[in-house]
């Protein structure tokens, strides 16, 4: 009994040590918080002596702590509290590179292995807080261009064209390779010398409440997940001057699944959401739901598949969007030669977007760069390649609102000038100027547009929609509207402009184009509720006037009376007009109503002039 006492009470005491040594403060590891002295050291030392003993939990106090690439193993947690700052030490001999290999790395020598914070084989691993992660990646990076222009360190893929260091030479904030189980949550994370949150091959995977600023220097991705699955990427705010959320695939057998990016604001000066462009693995079982896309430059949603990758089953539900350049960019191209790849079965629904005239992204100090051609506002565009058609693709409750303002004198293309370039980078300025404005649809194979609205806010000479090579096209209540010009003088016969304020829907088109369903007889109801809405309106200033003619002094009194009677019914008839315009957008249902809202308001009119006869005559 004596001997199995002693042995709990050991035990107990042991086990009392694990648990006081699961959390670490950053003044029990004697770490130096003036933003001056390296950490890095101390910082591993930790992680190392935490992960052996079965994991634990290191803790930042307030205070700013410098440090080189470190490197978190299984089972630890590092923690930075409200007022901690971790800084990113802006020598570049004080990182180094997981040595991890893609097919695709061999041809596009873009992806760095280098990180501040790595980790590789990991289990269970953490950063949480309220505190910032800091990168310093504009100093880091110049510094890396200076000492490669003085001949201290090798760039064999420096650009000169560009000026600057390749992206293999950059640090990340976050590389991760093949972990399982990652949870970052609540931190700041900002100014990478790269990409931002980089995972290669990792599962189980959560991102929640981040706020990610990676605006210091070129390719400032915000979060990029390559060959992932199983993960959750939630009520974050990324702000990027490169692409904003990013799947990517650089092994051949990767597999990018159940993956969720949802309730997140991105703002970009490249693509909000995007797969691509490396794309050699598969990608399937793909959400992005309820997020808001603001001052992007480039595409909302971008789906590429370029390399062969295998694209199945992405759904794109509530995604809200202004200021931004494009709406949708899908592209199923050819760039590795391999004549493989695909891409079917997308779901896009509940869209609202509202694009740009100029740059959305003007306030950005590095953006992305524009093209060298002249052009007008481009559309979404949807399109494969000869023998490769993208398929099955379902656009529902989709509104769009368009700049309008092109100009035959800026450019114009026929449908048989627009070029392939399957083998070419994919962007939705591809293809240089396009004759359409709203959607550009080749080579594709079952598409329906489900309740989509379309709406021009200035003349365009352009078609909505521009086809070649589409099979299996349907529409059910595609409404497309054309406000009056505001830019480029009156409307000229015979181009698709509005009139007098309203809109006017894009008549039947023929064979080959798409049908605004049911257009001519809403657009002839508008007209009708449009001269009731006049009628009423000199109706009510002939009844007015009658009232102060029989008034054989033309009293002040009748005056008044019948001016109130005309302002009073110039208001009714207003908005009746206002109903009416709304009626081609609405359907039958706000035809209805705008009719009902001219009866009203003629018949109030009556009974205006009818008061201020009554007033006269007493």
Avoid at 165 to 178: D, V
Wanted: aromatic letters at 6%; charged letters at 25%; hydrophobic letters at 35%.
């Amino acid at each position: 009994i004596m001997k199995k006492t002693v042995f709990l009470f050991l035990s107990l005491v042991a086990s009392l040590s694990l648990s006081a040594a699961k959390t670490l403060t950053s003044e029990a590891l004697k770490l130096v918080p003036d933003g001056k002295t390296l950490n890095t050291v101390a910082l591993q030392q930790a992680i190392d002596q935490l992960s052996k003993k079965g994991g634990g939990c290191i803790s930042l106090s307030e205070g700013r702590y410098l440090t080189g690439a470190i490197q978190l193993k299984s089972g630890v947690e590092l923690h930075l509290e409200r007022g901690a700052v971790l800084l990113g030490s802006t020598n570049p001999d004080d990182y180094y590179q997981l040595q991890v290999m893609g097919d695709g790395d061999v041809v596009r020598k873009d992806n760095s292995k280098y990180g501040l914070i790595l980790a590789q084989g990991a289990k269970a691993i953490k950063l949480t807080g309220e505190g910032v992660i800091d990168g310093q990646g504009q100093e880091l990076a110049l510094t890396i261009d200076s000492l490669v222009k003085a001949g201290v360190k090798e760039d064999p893929n420096y650009s000169k064209r560009l000026r600057r260091p390749s992206e293999i030479m950059r640090p990340k904030l976050f590389f991760f390779s093949e972990c399982d189980g990652v949870e970052i949550t609540g931190l700041t994370l900002r100014n990478s010398a790269c990409w931002g949150l980089s995972f290669d091959l990792c599962r189980n995977m959560l991102f929640q409440h981040l706020d990610v600023y990676n605006r210091a220097y070129w390719n400032n991705d915000g979060i990029d997940l390559t060959d992932c699955a199983y993960v959750r990427i939630l009520d974050c705010h990324i702000n990027a001057a490169d692409d904003g959320v990013c799947l990517k695939s650089y092994h051949k057998n990767g597999i990018s699944e159940h993956i969720l990016v949802q309730n997140c604001e991105i703002r970009s000066s490249a693509s909000a959401i995007k797969f691509g462009t490396a794309t050699w693995g598969t990608f399937r079982n793909i959400e992005i739901r309820d997020n808001r896309v603001i001052d992007t430059f480039r595409s909302c949603i971008a789906i590429e598949s370029v390399d062969g990758s295998k694209i199945d089953s992405v759904v794109v539900d509530g995604l809200k969007a202004w200021n931004t350049g494009n709406a949708i960019f899908i592209k199923l191209g050819n760039r590795a030669g391999n004549d493989g790849g695909h891409i079917r079965n997308v779901i896009i629904r509940n869209m609202d977007v509202e694009l740009a005239f100029g740059r959305p992204d003007t306030n950005y100090d590095i953006r992305g760069p524009e093209v060298s051609y002249f052009h007008n506002p481009f559309p979404s565009s949807i399109t494969g390649w000869p023998g490769h058609p993208v398929e099955n693709v379902l656009l529902e409750n989709i509104r769009i609102s368009a700049p309008g303002r092109a100009d035959k004198g800026m450019a114009y293309v026929k449908m048989a000038e627009v070029p392939e370039n399957e083998d070419k980078y994919p962007e939705f300025t591809m293809f240089g100027e396009l004759p359409a404005w709203a959607f550009f649809l080749r080579h594709v194979d079952g598409i329906t547009l489900r309740n989509v609205q379309l709406t021009l806010r200035d003349r365009d000479f352009r078609e909505p929609i521009a086809m070649e090579d589409v099979k299996g096209y349907k529409t059910e209540q595609l409404a497309i509207a054309m406000i009056q010009p505001r830019h480029n003088g009156p409307c000229m016969q015979g181009q698709p402009c509005g009139h007098g304020g309203q809109p006017r829907i894009h008549p039947y088109v023929r064979e080959g184009k798409p049908a605004c369903n049911n257009c001519p007889s809403k657009a002839e109801g508008c007209k009708k509720h449009e001269g009731g809405c006049k009628q009423a309106t000199a109706g009510c200033k002939q009844a007015a006037a009658g009232a102060c003619g029989q008034c054989k002094d033309g009293g002040k009194d009748c005056k008044k009376a019948a001016e109130g009677a005309c302002k009073d019914c110039k208001k009714k008839t207003e908005g009746c007009c206002k109903k009416a315009e709304g009626c081609c957008a609405q359907g039958n249902a706000g035809c209805k109503q705008a009719d009902k809202g001219c009866k009203q308001a003629t018949a109030g009119c009556k009974q205006a002039a009818a008061g201020a006869c009554g007033q006269c005559k007493q």
